[in-house]
């Protein structure tokens, strides 16, 4: 599978817990974007990374979240102290860096529960 | 003030109808527009994508661009029960997109 890879697929952590979701870009691309959806709502902008590089972390919450793409293997978001309000979907993207902006490749998801 | 906005919907039409989706932005300096399905429980997957002002079809798809007005909108020729779905109206000022909060959209057979 060529595509965007992402795991867990459901992942159910209690309140203090820590949570890390992973994400595999597609095959040539470079630049990874998180983005949060919670239930009956649109995509929000978490933060976009280059290899080894934030690019873009302006829509990431300042205290728990952080996120990496390390010169090796996938990009990481993890995030610390699970509160319930962190229950989502979360997606990854990924494009190539060229070609049309914004043109991005979505996974699957990550679902956390928060209990 | 939200950034992008959509018709709230849900938005019902029969099968073979047109369906119009509509989305307002508030970023002037939003270059490129997009129109993203999500299927329930679904990853988002890009539909068309429009830079310039006027008309852009694909197949069934129009997507319409009025950058003055600030305004896209996605027509859906001869709507089938398969387009049942959420539509997302994205804009790109930069290489992150900036989504709005869907439409949802029920083909009624």
């Known amino acids: 599978n060529a595509g965007v890879m992402q795991n867990p697929r459901h992942l159910v952590r209690r309140r203090g817990q820590e949570a890390r979701l992973r994400c595999s870009p597609m095959?040539?691309?470079?630049?990874v974007y998180w983005y949060r959806q919670l239930p009956e709502e649109g995509l929000k902008f978490m933060v976009y990374?280059?290899?080894?590089?934030?690019?873009?972390e302006s829509g990431m919450p300042k205290e728990r979240f952080s996120a990496e793409f390390p010169k090796e293997g996938p990009s990481i978001l993890r995030i610390q102290q699970v509160v319930r309000g962190d229950s989502a979907a979360y997606f990854c993207?990924?494009?190539?860096?060229?070609?049309?902006?914004?043109?991005?490749?979505f996974g699957e998801g990550s679902r956390l529960t928060v209990l | 003030q939200k950034e992008v906005e959509q018709n709230s919907g849900p938005l019902s039409v029969p099968e073979g109808a047109i369906a119009s989706l509509n989305c307002t932005y508030s970023?002037?300096?939003?270059?490129?527009f997009f129109w993203y399905r999500q299927y329930s429980g679904k990853s988002p997957e890009l539909i068309m994508f429009?830079?310039?002002?006027g008309d852009k079809e694909d197949g069934r798809f129009t997507a319409q661009l009025n950058k003055a007005s600030q305004y896209v909108s996605l027509l859906i020729r001869d709507s089938q029960p398969s387009d049942s779905a959420t539509y997302l109206c994205?804009?790109?000022?930069?290489?992150?997109?900036?989504f709005g909060s869907g439409t949802q959209l029920t083909v009624l057979p």
């Open positions: 993207a990924s494009s190539p860096g060229t070609g049309t902006p914004g043109e991005l490749f």
């Open positions: 095959k040539g691309h470079s630049h």
């Open positions: 990374l280059q290899k080894e590089n934030i690019i873009d």
């Open positions: 970023d002037r300096g939003s270059q490129s």
């Open positions: 429009i830079y310039s002002n």
């Open positions: 994205a804009v790109s000022p930069a290489r992150q997109l900036t």
